[in-house]
């Protein structure tokens, strides 16, 4: 009760938690998927803006009549909800009808929308996605039905005219679903890898071609090509998130209306908002306001506040559970997302209004690379056409311009009569199933096959042109770095289960990597004396940079699925700034100087004087009030230092502390998911200073008296001892018993700090079919004894323990 009332003061005496009412006009009603919400006053205050409450009671009439107040709103102030769709002559148009080839080919550049899906994880970007798919028809005429029935009945819009649905039958009778699209209904079309429909996530961007009919068309057809590409929202997958927003206009980020502002949700805001170049225009749209647990209204407020959004009543309220706001998303991003720029010495602007059916000549072909992947038929690229065509038949050519970083400063002359030509051999668009095509056109998105052997020539932002282009004065696209926008803050080893796998592990990191721009993988320290050589336990392997644990976990299941090799990830190591004094014992004339030490095996040995700084990161987390205590504990017990709490609203408080990202990089996320009840979200950037002198130790582990390199972790000296008798105490679980004994140590600074035996599997050698040998002679029985001894002895000192993704998953989890 008491936080209630902090809450409540701390509200008061903030001047922007609610929005000026006088600009909000009574006729702006945000629409609800039953009319029993306005019989509940309860129900009121929780599902509508404050407009609404505004209204006495008695001035609510039927669900309908608000459903057409709300239309019927002026659009010119910028408030309220408009129609979108026109009953008068609205004809569906679909990119899988017959005549869509024709329709592509006389839309200009001006008609092109390219726009990205962003937001926390779990609020919906999918679902919104594959609603979207479904209103323009890429799923099909009858799901295409559905969603316009949804939209009338959404709007209050009288029955279409036949023309406006002679391509879609209806779906949805009386309100409800008709049993045959019950079943054919699918959420998340576009999370098309094993690993993202078994987890229930996305990892990997997906991008999708549409055609929508809508008023801001100029072109003849009055037809736009919308170009969408849906994120992943998990903070390690955020070099996908970056890498889509180079490529786009807009962004349409998208809040839950129950769970309000989430970490990630500050984090992609203000990547689409520091974009230097080819900033996008930013929708706001919140999602799943059907649900009970929904608020509107709260979060609206909260939005406008936090992430400084000058009006609430602009922010979208969507279901795609319902079919709710779909329409208005899409009529939202044709009208305010620009078309794509054009590059200075194209063609004139009135050339992109008429039709696109040919080269002319004096279209110069540049193709940017958004992404790669590897299938059974080679390497294939999701590329942008910014300007001129792309066809079957064509010979390109991949141009050299590592120092060109802005299109202003790229006019250059193309060099390199000796470079290497493809042929383009298949070419077509992506629906999100692939479309062969033939030709792709300016503004168009598309993929393109043209026999590229090495996949690391196909990074994002690579540019492709004609080889008949070559030595042309030419404006380039302004060159993405997105690939390398992310640096990899872990590292770790990764090692075939099959001796003789190394091999086919590298060609299948190589082409996966080609997928996931997050990976940074280092071939050649595969051959180095460091973790990777994986000593007498694992084997030659490589080392791969990850974004996080979830990355890692990813990245090893897709291994699995993908290309069914079953690999070994060792624990994750964060890099160490190490600074050695001058003079130390081995070496008098050494001078001081700093190292970063990624690899535990370059860590200083006995006798060295070093000082060791571990990198920070600042950590923010939105959690319950009523879980504050926990979550301070939390990060109290995880060595966080300047901890900062700061009220969100009355439920929800936001955390920033400056913790050692060794502590967080474990299993800090799901610690911080148990003390919440699932409620935490967990967001990391940079720390400030990056780097903080720590007193950290190296504990190694030892089987039989060797050291596994590879599982080796470093640890503040306190939580030594305690963490090393948990690893320990798990391997002595997880290992396979041997016939010999199996000796678990871990040694810290010189010293023995935490041991465990394996007990051998023990034959009796005394009985022999039966019977005891040697009946009472003792000297018989002794010297079979000792027989057996030595030979256990002999199997300890060359036996191999076998390790597996358990014992080193061990490691990771040591602190839990």
């Not at 400084?308 to 991003?333: H, K, Q």
């Not at 009523?626 to 300047?642: P, T």
């Amino acid at each position: 009760m008491q936080s209630s009332s902090l809450f409540a003061a701390a509200n008061r005496s903030r001047t922007l938690t609610r929005p000026s009412f006088s600009r909000i006009r009574p006729r702006q009603l945000w629409i609800s998927s039953s009319s029993s919400f306005l019989n509940n006053p309860n129900e009121e205050s929780r599902r509508f803006p404050t407009n609404l409450l505004l209204l006495p009671r008695g001035s609510l009439e039927s669900d309908n009549e608000n459903r057409r107040r709300w239309f019927s709103s002026d659009s010119s102030t910028g408030h309220g909800r408009i129609p979108v769709l026109d009953s008068s002559n609205h004809v569906a148009v679909s990119i899988l009808q017959e005549d869509a080839h024709e329709i592509i080919q006389q839309i200009p550049l001006a008609d092109c929308r390219n726009f990205t899906l962003i937001g926390h994880i779990d609020h919906g970007k999918s679902s919104l996605s594959s609603r979207i798919l479904e209103l323009t028809g890429n799923l099909g005429p009858e799901a295409q039905g559905v969603a316009l029935e949804a939209v009338k009945r959404d709007q209050g819009l009288e029955q279409l005219d036949n023309a406006s649905t002679s391509t879609a039958s209806p779906g949805i009778q009386d309100g409800k679903q008709s049993s045959t699209m019950k079943q054919k209904e699918q959420y998340e079309l576009l999370d098309t890898l094993s690993v993202e429909q078994q987890r229930g996530i996305t990892v990997k961007a997906s991008a999708a071609t549409m055609l929508y009919r809508h008023p801001s068309a100029v072109g003849p057809r009055g037809v736009l090509l919308l170009n969408m590409i849906d994120t992943p929202g998990h903070v390690d997958f955020g070099s996908e998130v970056a890498r889509s927003l180079s490529f786009v206009q807009g962004a349409v980020l998208l809040l839950d209306a129950s769970q309000g502002i989430q970490a990630q949700t500050w984090t992609v805001h203000d990547k689409a908002k520091s974009m230097e170049h080819n900033k996008p225009e930013l929708i706001l749209a919140l999602t799943k306001v059907d649900m009970d647990a929904a608020r509107p209204v709260h979060v609206a407020l909260a939005v406008s506040e936090w992430l400084d959004w000058e009006d609430p009543d602009n922010i979208i309220p969507t279901s795609a559970r319902m079919r709710i706001g779909i329409a208005e998303v899409l009529d939202r991003i044709c009208r305010t997302v620009p078309p794509p720029p054009v590059l200075s010495d194209d063609s004139s602007e009135e050339d992109y209004k008429g039709p696109v059916v040919k080269d002319d000549g004096n279209m110069i072909l540049r193709a940017q690379v958004v992404d790669s992947w590897y299938d059974d038929r080679g390497v294939n690229c999701l590329v942008q056409i910014v300007s001129g065509n792309m066809s079957e038949g064509d010979r390109i050519v991949i141009a050299k311009n590592d120092d060109v970083d802005t299109e202003s400063s790229s006019s250059s002359r193309q060099q390199g009569n000796n470079q290497q030509s493809f042929s383009v051999q298949e070419i077509g668009m992506v629906l999100p199933h692939a479309k062969r095509t033939g030709v792709l056109r300016r503004g168009q998105m598309g993929y393109v096959r043209f026999g590229l052997r090495d996949p690391r020539q196909a990074q994002p932002g690579t540019i492709l042109i004609l080889q008949k282009h070559i030595g042309m004065e030419m404006a380039l696209p302004a060159l993405t770095s997105a690939h390398n926008v992310t640096k990899s803050v872990l590292y770790a080893s990764v090692h075939p289960s099959e001796s003789d796998g190394f091999d086919e592990l590298c060609s299948a990191v190589d082409r996966l990597a080609l997928n996931d721009v997050g990976l940074e993988v280092s071939r050649t320290s595969a051959l180095a004396g460091g973790s990777e050589k994986g000593g007498p336990f694992l084997g030659p392997g490589l080392r791969v940079g990850f974004q996080g644990i979830l990355h890692m976990e990813v990245f090893r299941q897709r291994l699995q699925d993908e290309w069914d090799i079953d690999a070994i990830v060792t624990p994750p190591k964060v890099p160490y700034r190490i600074t050695y004094k001058e003079g130390t014992r081995k070496d008098s004339n050494q001078q001081e100087h700093t190292v970063i030490v990624e690899d535990l095996a370059d860590w200083p040995t006995q006798g060295v004087r070093f000082k060791i700084e571990e990198p920070m990161v600042t950590v923010r987390i939105m959690a319950p009030v009523d879980c504050a205590g926990s979550v301070m504990e939390l990060i109290s017990r995880r060595r966080g230092v300047e901890l900062q709490t700061k009220p969100v609203d009355e439920e929800i408080w936001i955390f920033t502390a400056q913790m050692p990202w060794a502590e967080v990089v474990v299993d800090f996320h799901d610690q911080l998911k148990n003390v919440t009840a699932g409620f935490g979200s967990l967001d990391t950037t940079e720390g400030e200073p990056p780097f903080r002198e720590a007193d950290v130790h190296k504990v190694e582990i030892m089987l039989n008296g060797d050291e596994v390199e590879p599982m080796a972790f470093v640890c503040h000296k306190n939580d030594a001892q305690g963490q090393a008798r948990v690893v320990c105490k798990k391997l002595q679980q997880v290992l396979p018993r041997q016939q010999f004994v199996t000796v678990i140590q871990a040694k810290a600074s010189g010293k023995i700090i935490a041991s465990e035996r394996i007990k051998a599997y023990r034959k009796d050698v005394l009985i022999k079919s039966g019977k005891v040998v040697g009946g009472g002679d003792q000297t018989r029985k002794k010297k079979l004894l000792e027989k057996q001894k030595k030979g256990k002895k002999r199997q300890q000192a060359e036996g191999k323990v076998a390790l597996s993704q358990a014992a080193f998953n061990s490691v990771i989890s040591r602190s839990s």
